[in-house]
């Protein structure tokens, strides 16, 4: 829940403090605050169904939600699922309550850094977003890892179940410790 503050923390000072659609230097052209409302996905696509966008991230937040309840055991996982359902939900609250109304609520972005895109076209972004990203690349590192929600990895299971099935196929005749 503190990546939710976080990111409606941020986005109430951007409406309290900045101009809309201006650039706003804070660090030359590597850093720059500006305020707009994106109806849309990344890089406003899709603005005439945001509805859509909103019963996606309400989809996910709930996947989210029961995973933990359900399967996660791993503090890895929990933590990676816990920042990823901030940033979710962050962008949930501004399409559920901002204009122009329910589920078709604008998002609040404000933060530009152009350096970042070098040849795509430059996008603003909020706090929601960063994590919604870093925890999507989080997520994809746990799984190549092979890094399951209980904390053991794949290899580590395969290899103990082949060792109890390689166990289990071994004849009692085999097992020197075995009585007869």
Known sequence: ?????????TKYLALENLPEREVV??????????LTFNPGAAFSLGEGVTWVFTLVL????????FLAATRVRSRAWSVVLGLLLGGIL???TDRLFRAPGLLVGHVVDFIHTPWLWL???????NVADMFIVTMMIAV???????????GTREKDAARAAASAEADADAPASANRHAQP
Do not use: E, H, T
């Open 1 to 9: 829940m503190l990546v939710l503050a976080a990111d409606q923390f």
């Open 25 to 34: 230097p804070v660090i030359g052209d590597f850093f720059q605050l500006y």
């Open 58 to 65: 309400a989809a996910a937040a709930l996947s989210i939600v």
């Open 90 to 92: 962050g962008n949930l």
């Open 119 to 125: 040849w795509f076209p430059s996008a603003i972004y």
């Open 140 to 150: 994809a590192i746990l799984v190549l890892l092979g890094r399951r929600f209980d």
